[in-house]
């Protein structure tokens, strides 16, 4: 089952790190992580991750069934479980009228058999420091009231739902929330439109020159508002 057993700290490193260090050694699929606040919380391609205590649900889970889709199941399950309209902007981050969130880490050794699936959702913060305000919301700031608690147990069930969805209902449910299609989008060596996901995942680019196809990790998209 997923969630269980759970781990609560009222303040660690990372909820990824703790994840990692259970997975290590043998915490079984689902095993769940999660923090009142996180010391060094850590975001994609090297960034941080800060929440003040308490106002973002930080959560992360040891996963042992895995497959390429996983990262996108996440991004749908949250979608789903947050109570306001929401969006995913490529990679795997969610948006709420066009600010962030929540963001999406996953790591681990799939080779080894297991991931940490990391998310955080602002969920109650209702202000963001100067350098994030305009790039930021919370389910609070939304409109949508809710506690961390009850985005967990919303998130457990969207997700369970979704790492037992077909790859096809996973790809449509992906695209059904994408925030980029038709956006424009700019990254270090080109730009042009969201033309969508390809069934691996990588985005679709309408440019001058035809279209190309993006990884994720291998790009970092410069900063578009998709609303
Ligand atoms: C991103 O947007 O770049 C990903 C952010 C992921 C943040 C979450 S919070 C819980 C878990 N623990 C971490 O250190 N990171 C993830």
């Avoid at 989008?185 to 190309?212: C, F, K, Y």
Wanted: aromatic share 4%; net charge negative.
């Amino acid at each position: 089952m997923i969630g269980l057993p759970r781990v609560h700290h009222r303040l660690t490193d990372s909820t990824n790190e703790r994840a990692k260090a259970l997975a290590l050694g043998g915490a079984p699929h689902g095993t769940l992580v999660t923090a009142d606040e996180q010391s060094a919380g850590r975001g994609r391609q090297g960034r941080a991750w800060t929440a003040a205590p308490g106002d973002a649900l930080l959560m992360s889970l040891v996963l042992r069934e895995l497959d390429e889709l996983l990262p996108l199941r996440a991004a749908v399950a949250v979608c789903e479980a947050v109570p306001v309209e929401a969006r995913i902007k490529w990679p795997n981050d969610v948006w709420v009228g066009g600010r962030k969130v929540s963001g999406i880490l996953v790591e681990g050794r799939p080779q080894d058999g297991w991931a940490v699936l990391g998310i955080g959702i602002n969920v109650t913060a209702e202000e963001f420091p100067e350098e994030l305000r305009e790039i930021a919301t919370s389910l609070a700031l939304a409109g949508a009231a809710s506690s961390t608690e009850r985005v967990l147990a919303d998130l457990l069930v969207s997700f369970e739902r979704q790492l037992g969805a077909s790859a096809a209902d996973v790809l449509a449910a992906w695209r059904e929330h994408d925030a980029l299609l038709g956006a424009e989008i700019r990254w270090e060596e080109g730009r042009g439109r969201g033309a969508g996901i390809t069934d691996a995942g990588a985005l679709r680019v309408d440019t001058e020159s035809g279209v190309v196809e993006l990884n994720a990790g291998e790009v970092h998209l410069q900063r578009s508002r998709p609303d």
